[in-house]
C-alpha cells in the first residue's frame, strides 16, 4: 500500500495539529497503522498504532495522554491528534503499514509514507 503523510507544520509549544495518513493502491482498512517520529540525530521512535478495526491502540509513554490516533476506512486515513505540544515532539513522523506487524512498536513495518515534518517553538 502507498501511504501520503501530511499536515505536519510549526506551531508554538502547548499547540495542537493534526497530521492524517492517506493510503492508495489497497484499502487500509486491512492494515495495522502506526506513526513513528524522527529527530536529527536520533533513531526512529515508535509513537502510536492502531488495528486494523481501531479497537486496538498503542502509544509511546512520552505520548500518552496527549495524542490520538484514529482511523476513518471510509476515507483510507489514518489521523494523528497532537495536543499539548512540547518541543521535544520536534521530529519528521512517519505513518506506516502492515497487515500483520510482529512487533507493535518496532520500525519493521512493510509499507512507509514519506513523513511530514513537525516543529515544535519554545
Known amino acids: 500500500v502507498q501511504l501520503q503523510a501530511s499536515g505536519g507544520g510549526l506551531v508554538q509549544a502547548g499547540g495542537s495539529l493534526r497530521p492524517s495518513c492517506v493510503a492508495s493502491?489497497?484499502?487500509?482498512?486491512?492494515?495495522?497503522v502506526a506513526w513513528f517520529r524522527q529527530a536529527p540525530g536520533k533513531e526512529r521512535e515508535f509513537v502510536a498504532a492502531?488495528?486494523?478495526?481501531?479497537?486496538?491502540?498503542y502509544y509511546a509513554d512520552s505520548v500518552k495522554g496527549r495524542f490520538t490516533i484514529s482511523r476513518d476506512n471510509a476515507k483510507n486515513t489514518v489521523y494523528l491528534q497532537m495536543n499539548s505540544l512540547k518541543p521535544e515532539d520536534t521530529a519528521v513522523y512517519y505513518c506506516?503499514?502492515?497487515?500483520?506487524?510482529?512487533?507493535?512498536?518496532?520500525?519493521?513495518?512493510?509499507?512507509w509514507g514519506q513523513g511530514t515534518q513537525v516543529t515544535v517553538s519554545s
Open positions: 492502531i488495528s486494523w478495526s481501531g479497537v486496538r491502540t
Open positions: 493502491g489497497r484499502t487500509l482498512s486491512r492494515f495495522a
Open positions: 506506516a503499514a502492515d497487515q500483520a506487524p510482529g512487533n507493535w512498536t518496532a520500525p519493521t513495518y512493510a509499507d
